[in-house]
C-alpha cells in the first residue's frame, strides 16, 4: 500500500491544456461549459457572485481572494499510480548505465525488473530512495530541464496519451472563472514544487510564485563565479495533510477563501480555509466515473477520500461527483 505522507512527493504534475485564451466560443455565456447543471455548478457560480458583488454582505476585498488548488487527483488525473512516481521510475531506467550496481539492489532491482508489486513492497523507505536517487545530485536548471524532456516523451500507460494531456478540462474552466473575478489561483500540492515550476503556467496559467509543494533541500554554490543552486538528497519539506496549512502561511501568507481538493491530505487545507473570517467555499472531487477516469475513494490505496468526504458531508461542503457533474472530463474529449 502506497502512503500518502511520502508518495505526495512523487506526484507527477504536468498537462498540456487549453490556456486562459483557449476557452470555447460559448464561455461568455457560461464560464463553466463542461460543467453539467445542477447544485455543484449553482454553488460555485452562486458563490463567486455573491463574494464579488459590489454592496453584498459577503464582498470579499481583491486583495484577499485567494484560491488554492491540490494538484493530482485534483486538476489532472493520479491513478493508477502519481504521475511523479512514473517519472522516478523512468528516470531510474534512465540513469542504469550509471548504476551497474542497482542490478541487485533494491528497490532498484524491481525497477529494472518492471516488478511494480515488487518496488510498492518496498515500502516508504524504498521510494524514498527512487526520489532521492533521481531528484537530487543536479542543478535546479538541469532538474527542470530533465523534467520538460520527460513530459514531452513520456505516454500514461491506459490512454496512450502524454501525461500532460490528463489535465481536468472543468478546472480548468473554473481556474480561469475564479481568476475572471479577480483570484489568484495556487497550486497546494504534495507534488515536488520543481516538478511542477517548468509547466504551471503554461498548464494551468499560474506562475512558478504561486506553486506550493513539497522539496528537497537545495545549496548555493558560486562555481568560481557561475553560480548554481545544487539539490540534495535531503528531504526539506512535505507539502500535505496537516503540511499544506503551514506551506500556505509560508509561502502565500494569507488564509484561502476558497480551496479544492480530492483527498484526506487535503482535508487540513480546507480546515484551514473553513476558518476564515470571510465567507469560504471548500470544494471536494469525488472521483465516480470509472469508465471515463477512475472510481476510488475510501479504501484507495492513491488519493483515500475517507475522513475528508465524512467532514465535508457534515460541514455541507460542496462535492464533485465527476460522473454526474461533468460532461468532460479531459480537453483532448472535447469536441
Known sequence: ????????????????????????????????????????????????????????????????????????????????????????????????DEHPEWRTMQPFKAVLDNDIDALLKSGEHGLLQIVMATHAGSTTEEFEQIVKDWMATSNHPRFNKKFNDLVYQPMLELLNYLRANDFKTFIVSGGGIEFMRPWSAEVYGIPTSQVVGSSIKTKFDYNNGKPRIKRLAELDFIDDKAGKPIGIHKHIGKKPVFASGNSDGDLQMLQWTDSNKYKSFQLYLHHTDADREWAYDRESHIGRLDKGLDEAIEKGWTVINMKNDWNTIYPFQLK
Not at 454553488?43 to 493530482?72: C, M, Q, W
Request: with cysteine.
Open 1 to 96: 500500500m502506497i502512503k500518502r505522507s511520502i508518495l505526495p512527493f512523487l506526484l507527477v504534475s504536468i498537462v498540456w491544456c487549453c490556456t486562459p485564451s483557449d476557452q470555447s466560443a460559448n464561455a461568455s455565456l457560461d464560464p463553466l461549459p463542461s460543467w453539467n447543471e445542477g447544485a455543484t455548478k449553482s454553488a460555485i457560480l452562486d458563490y463567486v457572485h455573491e463574494v464579488t458583488k459590489g454592496g453584498s454582505a459577503s464582498f470579499i476585498p481583491i486583495s484577499e481572494r485567494i484560491a488554492t488548488f491540490d494538484n493530482d487527483g485534483n486538476l489532472w488525473s493520479e491513478q493508477p499510480m502519481y504521475f511523479q512516481l512514473y517519472f522516478a521510475i523512468d528516470q531510474v531506467k534512465a540513469m542504469a
